[in-house]
């Protein structure tokens, strides 16, 4: 079952999400349009930010994924990437119940959230820079509003790059790889993974050991 479009967003930062119909950037507005003619009973919309809201660790993605998040109206929900995510965050004790790529599972966030840099679905999952500049406001909202946080894991280059800004950080003292880790001015730490797509996992970039070691530093990080 997806979420109706009419449905309360479940979002823990609902002060910082964007409307339904949120106009800011034409290429994905347009994108918005033409999913909701061709799948009027997906979700097509930005997607909330969705777990805990008094979370210790914030998941960044990039933006949603058509066949996930886009459809279902929950990160990273019901798409190839998610798959690993979810199986990570369970075996770590940040989720419990059972992960169906379906919003109306049972999961839930335990300590954690999921949010991401674009609120939308980009064509080919490419983001214009002056897309994640104009969804950037939203995203610093919701950060500003999360002061529980202490550690990000951030997904991939761009989501990488979005969280450093809002955490006050430079490009330059913050570059990301696989295992990179930076602290804040105010003491929070960034760490970066690899993105769990399906290209990343089919060509082996990224193995689930590779991810899981990464979720592994985040909690020695908050029991540390
Ligand atoms: S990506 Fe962000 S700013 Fe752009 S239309 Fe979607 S919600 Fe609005």
Not at 94 to 102: E, I, K, M, S, V
Not at 177 to 188: C, I, L, W
Request: hydrophobic share 45%; proline share 11%; glycine share 8%.
């Amino acid at each position: 079952m997806l979420f109706p479009a009419s449905a309360p967003v479940p979002s823990p930062v609902p002060q910082a999400e964007a409307p339904r119909d949120c106009p800011l950037c034409p290429r994905l507005v347009a994108l918005r349009e033409a999913c909701r003619a061709e799948h009027p009973d997906w979700w097509n919309a930005p997607v909330p930010a969705w777990g805990d809201p008094g979370a210790w660790l914030a998941v960044v993605g990039m933006a949603p994924g058509k066949q996930g998040a886009n459809r279902t109206g929950r990160p990273f929900t019901g798409d190839f990437a998610g798959d690993l995510l979810y199986a990570t965050l369970l075996k770590f004790g940040l989720a419990t119940g059972t992960y169906r790529a379906d919003p109306s599972d049972d999961l839930t966030l335990q300590g954690a959230l999921i949010l991401n840099a674009v609120k939308c679905l980009p064509p080919q999952n490419k983001p214009e820079p002056a897309e994640i500049a104009t969804c950037r406001p939203y995203f610093e909202a919701a950060m500003a509003s999360l002061p529980t946080v202490r550690v990000l894991v951030a997904l991939g280059a761009i989501a990488h790059a979005a969280a450093a800004r809002a955490l006050g950080l430079r490009p330059s003292q913050a570059r990301f790889g696989h295992g990179s880790e930076v602290v804040a001015p105010d003491g929070r730490i960034l760490l970066g993974t690899y993105h769990s797509s399906r290209y990343n996992q089919n060509t082996r970039r990224l193995t689930p050991p590779m991810f899981e070691a990464v979720f592994a530093r985040a909690v020695a990080l908050r029991d540390g």
